[in-house]
């Protein structure tokens, strides 16, 4: 447990809990607090902690989606814009030389 604190996906999950406790404090509660702080039985904590796991995970995938289908439409709509006259090889020098920093970097490459 202890070599898992400091990976960035346990720190991202809590700094969800937390935001989402602190949205809706009687629906989300962290786990450490519910074991902690609250007078809830242990079993129930559990089948709490599930099921805000699945309302969680959920929310990501669903997240994940929206975001994979607003990238490929942008790539759709803008990407043949900008290798309208551009042959392979230039395309490739181009990307392999960028930084995409910001989206206005895409300006630059026209």
Known sequence: ?????????F????????????LMPSTFIPLYSMVT?????????????KWQNRVINAGLV???CIMTCWGTY???????????NETF????????TMRFQSP???????
């Not at 720190?11 to 602190?22: A, G, V």
């Not at 206005?104 to 026209?110: A, C, E, H, V, Y």
């Open 89 to 96: 090889t230039q395309l490739a020098f181009h990307f392999s």
């Open 62 to 64: 669903t997240f994940g």
């Open 37 to 49: 702080f609250t007078r809830i039985r242990y079993h129930k904590v559990v089948l709490q902690w």
């Open 11 to 22: 720190l991202y999950r809590k700094y969800i809990d937390n935001t989402l406790h602190m």
């Open 74 to 84: 942008l790539l759709i709509k803008y990407f043949p814009q900008i290798i309208k």
């Open 1 to 9: 447990m202890r070599s898992h604190v400091n990976s960035r996906w």
């Open 104 to 110: 206005r970097n895409f300006k630059n490459f026209l």
